[in-house]
């Protein structure tokens, strides 16, 4: 803000992010009690809990952001405008370390389950040969996307539904191990990012929770992903890229923008301590007065999940602007390998994208009744190291030849063949793997065709529906 002219809120919270942006039975294990707080989680607790007696009280998060709107309102205007937010909110706490979460929000928007509910396929593509059980993970730890528990429950109620399978949902990447596995006949991503199964509290678990899930798969059984699944494991290797954003703070500094009630652009010391009595109201479920430390990671997650207002109407931009497509690289390459591609870049949720089959007659696309069809999403673009079409039967993909010039241009490095695929299925020793790029916005899980695709997917996962899964095209020599 320059002078006395007013830059209105919009923008302002525009630059901020720009800153910070690059059923039968169901048995929800994320319910265990919550494993030790880390890094970022940690970090927020003892901020709140200043005597450090293990609970936080009204006044104590009060006095907590009275301390922080002092330091950080450095011009003493009493307002501190975004980027001063955003300035202090990342001095407070610790920065990004891969592997480390915020704990996530586990429960959907009711009107989103009553959506999809509305849109679950009557029955399955295929008779199950046997009895199957999935397990949904959950678990980010990069991005967070609000749609994650419902995508869970969508998987859980289409197996309800057909009778296809039954489902457990988890949160814990602890239950990825050989002996839990062994009852599954797949894992399902629900958008999974970072480095989702590390526990960055113990590096040890790093090689015992990662080769059970490549092994399963190898061994028969299946992987499947939906959305943010491609965006695990891999990091940008350009000169001075650095490490990744914090963007478990992302969530905290928004809904602290929101608390700029007379929209002017700025949050006052009324203002800021308004937020916290909003905190502190959302954490104390049991109007006790004190929250503590045992239940804390649970309750903050409902805290500190994205306000959905903001995230549609600014979300992030995918890590590849300004980048080479070919700096993104893998660092678990089994993994990598497996799922089939690398997220490089989307198009911002509100794009409308023409829908292309590429197999017309395959199984896995017989809801579509062989017609191209147009959805608004987040919709992925993947860099060239892993996605290849000698490694994957592509199902669909983007009609690049059906999108704008100015929409092509949002993709500043597009790919140079073209190739946007969007759904596939593939091959892994004795296993099967399906993946569907679309899933980010709530209401993808209301279209009925696309969840009969998931349902076929998941079905060809599972061993129940026969489908060619040779590769598109023949291995280069």
Known sequence: MHGSRAVPRDVLIAASLAVVTCAATVAIVAQQPPRPLVGVTLAHFEAFDTNRDGAITRDEMRSTFDAWFTKWDTAKANGLAPGQVFAGASAAFPPYTPGDALP???????????????????????????????LVLGRASGFVHSSIPLAARTIEEIGRKTAAWTTTITYDAADINDANLKQYDAIFLASTTGEFLDDPADAADEVEQRLPACGGCRGGKGLAGIHAATDGYHRNSAPGAGPGMNLQLLPAILQMLEGDRNGDGRLTREEFAGIADAWFATLDTDK???????????????????????????????????LEPDTEVGTWPEFNQMIGAIFKFHWNDGQSITVKLDEPQHPINAPFKRQPYTIVDETYTFGPQVYDRSNLRVLTSIDYAAMSAGDKAKEEHPRKDGDYALSWIRREGQGRVFYEAHGHNEKVYANAPLLQHLTAGLQYVLGDLPADDSPSVRARK
Not at 120 to 129: G, T, V, W
Request: charged share 25%.
């Open 104 to 134: 996530q929000n586990q429960t959907p928007d009711p009107a989103d389950v009553a959506a999809m509910m509305a849109a679950l396929p009557d029955a399955a593509p295929a008779k199950p040969r046997r009895p199957r059980k999935v």
């Open 288 to 322: 006790t007065g004190r929250v503590d430390r045992a239940v804390f990671p649970q309750r903050y997650a409902a805290v500190v999940a994205l306000p959905r207002s903001i995230g549609q109407r600014f979300p992030p931009q995918g890590p590849s602007k300004n």
